[in-house]
């Protein structure tokens, strides 16, 4: 078992950034790939940036690509997620996700399946304002 506890949201102006940080307690943190997910009201959650077991791979949807950065500290069990040139369509509450264990098929397109996560946080409102 582990669990994630996120911070860092807030509401911004648009342009403006924030940093998001999600903290595993539990296992080892580096059995774990780690994923940002996002729900916008009304809309189903989609996948926002993935970063693998050792933080050698990193994955970003098309709509955060070039703003947005994810990295992780292993050491100190967190991942983060720096939020630049942010829009008000950014504007959702974000979810920590991780998956337990090696899964080749994570590299292949898991990454950004929801379902491949066994454990998420409860998740940090980001409000982007025009």
């Known amino acids: 078992q582990v669990q994630l506890v996120e911070s860092g949201g807030g509401s911004v102006q648009a342009g403006g950034s924030l940093r998001l940080s999600c903290t595993a307690s539990?296992?080892?943190?580096?059995?774990?790939?780690m994923a940002w997910f996002r729900q916008a009201l009304g809309k189903e959650r989609e996948f926002v940036a993935a970063?693998?077991?050792?933080?050698?791979?990193?994955y970003y949807s098309d709509s955060v690509q070039g703003r947005f950065t994810i990295s992780r500290d292993n050491a100190k069990s967190t991942v983060y997620f720096q939020m630049n040139s942010l829009k008000p369509e950014d504007t959702a509450v974000y979810y920590c996700?991780?998956?337990?264990?090696?899964?080749?098929?994570?590299?292949?397109?898991?990454?950004?399946?929801?379902?491949?996560?066994?454990?998420w946080g409860q998740g940090t409102q980001v409000t982007v304002s025009s």
């Open positions: 996700a991780a998956l337990e264990g090696f899964e080749q098929g994570w590299y292949s397109g898991g990454y950004q399946r929801p379902r491949e996560y066994d454990y």
């Open positions: 539990g296992r080892t943190f580096n059995h774990y790939a």
């Open positions: 970063i693998s077991w050792s933080g050698d791979r990193s």
